[in-house]
């Protein structure tokens, strides 16, 4: 089956994300937070990464590991779906969603808002995965 990457800093989301993903045959790897992203990403080969936007450090440092991650000739191709509260939680007048995906803001393949339903989170990754 294949190898998700949860880059995100909350652990109670990660500890979420990882009952329904083990619970359906995926494998699952942690990294929460951005050191040696780079490096990190191509050192465990991750089928797909599912990506918070706001981390302590920075709160656009999704965005930026986005960017970095599809530069790269080693992990550009790795489908990067971003899952983040970052419309309830920032005081932006404006919200994020699907309609925001390029190549040159938001270069993911897909984004969801936090909280999402297991069902809807699985049938993404299985498109993404699988298309």
């Given at each position: 089956?294949?190898?998700?990457?949860?880059?995100?800093?909350?652990?109670?989301?990660?500890?979420?994300?990882?009952?329904?993903?083990?619970?359906?045959?995926?494998?699952?790897?942690?990294?929460?937070?951005?050191?040696?992203?780079?490096?990190?990403?191509?050192?465990?080969?991750?089928?797909?990464?599912?990506?918070?936007?706001?981390?302590?450090?920075?709160?656009?440092a999704g965005?930026?590991?986005?960017?970095l991650l599809?530069?790269?000739?080693?992990?550009?191709?790795?489908?990067?779906?971003?899952?983040?509260?970052?419309?309830?939680?920032?005081?932006?007048?404006?919200?994020?969603?699907?309609?925001?995906?390029?190549?040159?803001?938001?270069?993911?393949?897909?984004?969801?808002?936090?909280?999402?339903?297991?069902?809807?989170?699985?049938?993404?990754?299985?498109?993404?995965?699988?298309?």
């Amino acid at each position: 089956m294949a190898k998700i990457l949860i880059i995100d800093d909350d652990q109670d989301i990660i500890d979420n994300l990882t009952m329904v993903l083990e619970g359906n045959g995926y494998t699952v790897m942690v990294k929460g937070d951005m050191d040696q992203l780079l490096e990190d990403v191509k050192r465990l080969h991750p089928d797909m990464i599912i990506l918070d936007i706001m981390l302590p450090e920075d709160s656009q440092a999704g965005f930026k590991a986005a960017r970095l991650l599809s530069k790269d000739e080693n992990t550009g191709k790795i489908p990067i779906l971003i899952l983040s509260a970052v419309n309830q939680r920032s005081n932006l007048s404006f919200s994020f969603s699907e309609n925001d995906v390029n190549t040159d803001f938001m270069p993911v393949a897909a984004f969801l808002e936090k909280p999402v339903e297991p069902k809807i989170l699985l049938n993404k990754i299985k498109q993404l995965l699988y298309q």
